[in-house]
């Protein structure tokens, strides 16, 4: 079920950057909060630090998505890492130190 859900949370936040790339800030705004509803309908079992990530990943992308300069200089870059790290099932960097947004990072990694 968690891993449902990060797959649609990834499609979400893909439909969510095609919209922003297409100057529709709104809409893509839209999907995202949409996304992070989804999140609140999961049951979180908090020895899974999935739901938590996915809603500070989804958190991240909304600030980063207007105006459409800050886009295009972060917001962009970020969903696209974004995309990366999900559709290979591996950490990538997102432009932010944060602790929250550490979605597939191994402990080895971390050493």
């Known amino acids: 079920m968690m891993e449902e859900n990060r797959l649609r ?8 950057r095609i919209m922003a790339d297409n100057k529709q800030l709104d ?7 949409e996304a992070q ?6 049951v979180n079992d ?6 938590g990530m996915l809603k500070s990943e989804l958190q991240q992308m909304s600030r980063l998505m ?3 300069e800050i886009y295009k200089k972060q917001g ?3 969903a ?5 790290s999900h ?7 997102r432009g932010d130190d944060s602790k929250k947004l550490r979605l597939f990072v191994t402990p080895r990694m971390d050493e």
């Open 9 to 16: 949370t990834a499609q979400m936040t893909k439909e969510s």
């Open 27 to 33: 809409g893509a705004l839209e999907k995202l909060v």
């Open 37 to 42: 509803s989804l999140q609140e309908n999961v």
């Open 46 to 51: 908090e020895s899974n630090p999935l739901i």
């Open 66 to 68: 207007k105006p459409q």
């Open 76 to 78: 962009r870059p970020f």
């Open 80 to 84: 696209l890492s974004s995309k990366t």
């Open 87 to 93: 559709n290979r099932q591996r950490f990538a960097a």
